[in-house]
Nanobody, 121 residues
């Protein structure tokens, strides 16, 4: 199983980016999908999650109202639309997949390699 994240890059503050995470999972629709981020010298931080059907979404307070997670169960891909970006959003963004319902703090089934987002002031 592979999770391939893409879409990162360098953007100015208040700009936008859309991240994608393509999964080589035959039964993608049974996985809850997550985005996390990790800045240098900091712990990994939850960003957003989406339920198997896409009907429920969850966000960290720091990104609520600016980021939107979505998924396409035909294309086996989860997206993270990031608007109004701030320099503090700079981090390596990683996607994860897990068969269980949404939850934080446990070991997820699969992790992707991440895509770097850098926001300049």
């Amino acid at each position: 199983v592979q999770l391939q994240a893409s879409g990162g890059g360098l953007v100015q503050a208040r700009g936008s980016l859309r991240l994608s995470c393509a999964a080589s999972i035959r039964t993608f629709s049974i996985y809850t999908m997550y985005w996390f981020r990790q800045a240098p010298g900091k712990d990994r931080e939850f960003v957003a999650a989406i339920s198997r059907s896409g009907g429920s979404t969850y966000y960290a307070d720091s990104v609520k109202g600016r980021f939107t997670i979505s998924r396409d169960n035909i294309k086996n891909t989860v997206y993270l639309q990031m608007n109004s970006l701030k320099p503090e959003d700079t981090a390596l963004y990683l996607c994860a997949a897990d068969k269980r319902s949404y939850g934080l703090g446990y070991e997820y089934d699969y992790w992707g390699q991440g895509t770097q987002v850098t926001v300049s002031s």
